[in-house]
């Protein structure tokens, strides 16, 4: 399946927005390896296709941009990562988009074709993200998110309706979550929102 993803119809997103205040500075300004954190995950990605960075008013332009095809900017602050969803559906120049978040290094290129891989399965299907099963009950790991760029209505209408979590698309049709692949470590969702949390992950590359 993955060899047969045709990269000319899909986008990769990367969401950088955020202001990160538990990090104690917009996490767009990070630094992972002695580069710019957008420039490290595009070199980490290899990703073969077009490429667009969601950025929030105030903090367009973080180091590294220049590295990505296209720069679009949500309308408003501080209006939540589902804001940033919308913003990457609307911007797509392909009918398919893979979405990041900035803040997960250790999502690679084959967790982004997984994703896809698995959409493309699904033509019924709107959007994809992933669960998986922790003391019992199923975690939503909404990123890395698979979609179809003609979910932005319903995403629109979620987002007017009060929704700012992806994970609350799988309340809406066409949105589902489906288990990782058996051979995806749990470190695939290494989130950093702490200074410690970036320091951990920092010594753990070398």
Same mark, same amino acid.
């Given at each position: 399946?993955?060899? /047969?993803?045709?990269?000319?119809?899909?986008?990769?997103?990367?969401?950088?927005?955020?202001?990160?205040?538990?990090?104690?500075?917009?996490?767009?300004?990070?630094?992972? @390896?002695?580069?710019?954190?957008?420039?490290?995950?595009?070199?980490?990605?290899?990703?073969?296709?077009?490429?667009?960075?969601?950025? $929030?008013?105030?903090?367009?332009?973080?180091?590294?941009?220049?590295?990505?095809?296209?720069?679009?900017?949500?309308?408003? $602050? /501080?209006?939540?990562?589902?804001?940033?969803?919308?913003?990457?559906?609307?911007?797509?120049?392909?009918?398919?988009?893979?979405?990041?978040?900035?803040?997960?290094? %250790?999502?690679?290129?084959?967790?982004?074709?997984?994703?896809?891989?698995?959409? $493309?399965?699904?033509?019924? %299907?709107?959007?994809?993200? #992933?669960?998986?099963?922790?003391?019992?009950?199923?975690?939503?790991?909404?990123?890395? #998110? @698979? %979609?179809?760029?003609?979910?932005?209505?319903?995403?629109?209408?979620?987002?007017?309706?009060?929704?700012?979590?992806?994970?609350?698309?799988?309340?809406?049709?066409? #949105?589902?979550?489906?288990?990782?692949?058996?051979?995806?470590?749990?470190?695939?969702?290494? /989130?950093?929102?702490?200074?410690?949390?970036?320091?951990? #992950?920092?010594?753990?590359?070398?």
């Amino acid at each position: 399946m993955l060899a /047969n993803l045709d990269y000319s119809r899909i986008t990769l997103a990367v969401l950088a927005g955020g202001e990160g205040r538990r990090m104690g500075l917009p996490k767009a300004n990070l630094q992972i @390896a002695g580069k710019p954190i957008l420039e490290y995950l595009l070199d980490h990605f290899s990703w073969p296709g077009q490429t667009l960075l969601i950025t $929030a008013p105030g903090l367009e332009h973080p180091p590294g941009w220049k590295r990505f095809d296209h720069e679009a900017t949500d309308p408003v $602050a /501080n209006d939540g990562p589902l804001r940033g969803v919308l913003t990457a559906l609307q911007n797509a120049a392909t009918p398919l988009i893979v979405i990041a978040t900035l803040d997960m290094p %250790c999502v690679g290129l084959d967790h982004l074709q997984g994703s896809l891989s698995q959409l $493309a399965a699904r033509p019924d %299907c709107l959007g994809l993200m #992933f669960r998986r099963p922790i003391a019992g009950y199923d975690q939503i790991e909404p990123f890395p #998110f @698979a %979609c179809r760029v003609d979910a932005a209505r319903i995403v629109a209408e979620h987002l007017a309706a009060g929704g700012r979590a992806p994970r609350g698309l799988l309340d809406q049709p066409g #949105f589902i979550s489906e288990l990782p692949p058996d051979h995806w470590p749990t470190s695939v969702w290494t /989130n950093l929102n702490r200074p410690e949390e970036l320091q951990k #992950f920092i010594e753990s590359i070398g």
